[in-house]
């Protein structure tokens, strides 16, 4: 089955205290993204990925990494977690070509304390 | 630079009457793509129907339709015979990716709500 997972789901944490949010895809799509969704913001790029080692920034990067050193996997990273970070977040991928829909992972339900 | 902008927060449908969700969007490309995805209540992001600008067909899919006016950067969408299940939020979603970020640039989402 086709699909994008996110690990974990849900978590809470503290501030400063690093976390990784895992995302795998198993379609072989070159390009990959994460959003993060607040309430009356909609769904916001954090960082993507055209293909393997190609990352760049989307529109609210501050406080985040990303890798993409397997074509599946594109590992969201919290240096140091504070509060402005609880959030929803997902995953995407799609191929390269633009009219091809994006799929999600389930999304994961961060809480910074 | 692009944006899209649902002016309607909440909506309301009668069950089985038919409900339509506006989207404005705003760029200078000609050729880009739109999408109107749902989320329900388990947060999935799913897709409901896309639209290519360069075909002036207006996409259907099952009870889901859109209206597409190009000149005037409209892009709506009609559910017909709506049902329980329909209850969620939708957002409608704007992509061009000529050599850019590729990113899906989202409004702020409409809550569709159904009553029996």
Aim: proline share 5%; glycine share 6%.
């Amino acid at each position: 089955e086709a699909q994008v997972t996110q690990n974990p789901r849900y978590l809470i944490t503290v501030t400063g205290k690093k976390l990784t949010v895992t995302c795998s895809q198993n379609m072989n799509h070159e390009y990959m993204s994460w959003y993060r969704q607040d309430p009356g913001l909609g769904l916001r790029q954090i960082y993507y990925s055209m293909n393997v080692e190609v990352t760049d920034k989307g529109d609210v990067p501050e406080g985040y990494k990303v890798s993409r050193k397997e074509k599946r996997n594109f590992p969201l990273i919290l240096e140091s977690p504070s509060p402005n970070q609880t959030s929803l977040y997902f995953c995407a991928s799609s191929p390269r070509i633009s009219n091809q829909p994006q799929h999600f992972g389930d999304g994961t339900r961060l809480s910074i304390l | 630079a692009q944006t899209v902008t649902q002016s309607q927060p909440e909506m309301s449908v009668q069950e089985a009457e038919t409900v339509t969700l506006s989207c404005t969007y705003d760029t200078s490309e000609s050729d880009y793509y739109l999408f109107w995805y749902k989320q329900p209540p388990s947060r999935q992001m799913i897709l409901v129907i896309r639209q290519e600008a360069y075909k002036q067909q207006n996409a259907t899919e099952n009870r889901f339709s859109v209206n597409f006016q190009k000149a005037a950067k409209s892009f709506s969408l009609k559910i017909s015979d709506s049902q329980l299940g329909d209850a969620a939020m939708y957002f409608c979603a704007y992509r061009f990716d000529g050599g850019s970020q590729g990113n899906l640039i989202f409004g702020k989402g409409t809550k569709l709500s159904v009553k029996p």
